[in-house]
């Protein structure tokens, strides 16, 4: 039998001090990444490693999804439960609603906001509002020659923005203002099993 690895080993340990307690994690999502469904998915890529062809450019994304959190289990909360995301696991000390939110442990270390993302989910509303998201891995996809990218907030201006074809694309991404391509700011869309669209976000 092979050992437990001593991160593991933590986490179980840690997890038994609250046996009998209300355990609060992101629902669990499944991607197969050699077949993504249609969608839009946050991913981070290092533009440096770029392969660029005739027939476009290959990417290594790591792929994240939008950690969510059962709005009955969030609701239920009380002193003593736990609540485990962005691979942090927070106790419970104090519990704060209102319309569309809760917040837990309120003005004090491990402070962890909720707040409505659609009907029966919450989702983490962290620091400077972002959410959190869980990696689903990475995997290397074409981006068509045919596809470009929309560069939003140039040089951190959130009214530049630039829209680069395909054919240039490899070199602006080695080259870009920003070599930041991250799950906070970065999308593509997958249609058919294919790249449509990136995406690039200004953020503050």
Same mark, same amino acid.
């Given at each position: 039998?092979?050992?437990?690895?001593?991160?593991?080993a933590?986490?179980?340990?840690?997890?038994?001090?609250?046996?009998?307690?209300g355990?609060?994690?992101?629902?669990?999502?499944?991607?197969?990444?050699?077949?993504?469904?249609?969608?839009?998915?946050?991913?981070?890529?290092?533009?440096?490693?770029?392969?660029?062809?005739?027939?476009?450019?290959?990417?290594e994304?790591?792929?994240?999804?939008?950690?969510?959190?059962?709005?009955? &289990?969030v609701?239920?909360?009380?002193?003593?439960?736990c609540?485990?995301? *962005?691979?942090?696991?927070?106790?419970? !000390?104090? @519990? $704060?609603?209102?319309e569309?939110?809760?917040?837990?442990?309120?003005?004090?270390?491990g402070?962890?906001?909720?707040?409505t993302?659609d009907?029966?989910?919450?989702?983490?509303?962290?620091?400077?509002?972002?959410?959190?998201?869980?990696?689903?891995?990475?995997?290397?996809? &074409?981006v068509?020659?045919?596809?470009?990218?929309?560069?939003?907030?140039? *040089?951190?201006?959130?009214?530049?923005? !630039?829209? @680069? $074809?395909?054919?240039?694309?490899?070199?602006y991404?080695?080259?870009?203002?920003?070599?930041?391509?991250?799950?906070?700011?970065?999308?593509?869309?997958?249609?058919?099993?294919?790249?449509?669209?990136?995406?690039?976000?200004?953020?503050?």
């Open positions: 039998m092979k050992k437990l690895s001593l991160t593991l933590v986490a179980f340990v840690a997890l038994s001090a609250y046996a009998g307690a355990i609060v994690r992101p629902i669990e999502v499944n991607l197969d990444l050699n077949q993504l469904p249609n969608g839009e998915y946050p991913v981070s890529f290092d533009p440096t490693q770029i392969k660029t062809t005739a027939k476009g450019n290959y990417i994304f790591e792929i994240f999804t939008l950690d969510l959190f059962d709005s009955n &289990l609701n239920a909360l009380e002193k003593g439960d609540i485990i995301a *962005d691979d942090n696991m927070i106790e419970v !000390k104090t @519990v $704060k609603k209102e569309g939110y809760v917040s837990v442990n309120y003005g004090m270390e402070m962890t906001d909720f707040e993302y009907k029966g989910h919450y989702r983490i509303c962290a620091e400077d509002d972002f959410p959190t998201y869980t990696s689903q891995g990475k995997v290397k996809l &074409l068509p020659i045919t596809v470009g990218m929309t560069d939003n907030g140039i *040089d951190g201006d959130p009214m530049k923005t !630039k829209v @680069v $074809k395909g054919s240039k694309l490899g070199y991404l080695r080259n870009s203002w920003s070599n930041e391509f991250f799950q906070f700011n970065t999308t593509i869309t997958i249609k058919n099993g294919k790249v449509t669209k990136l995406t690039r976000n200004y953020i503050p």
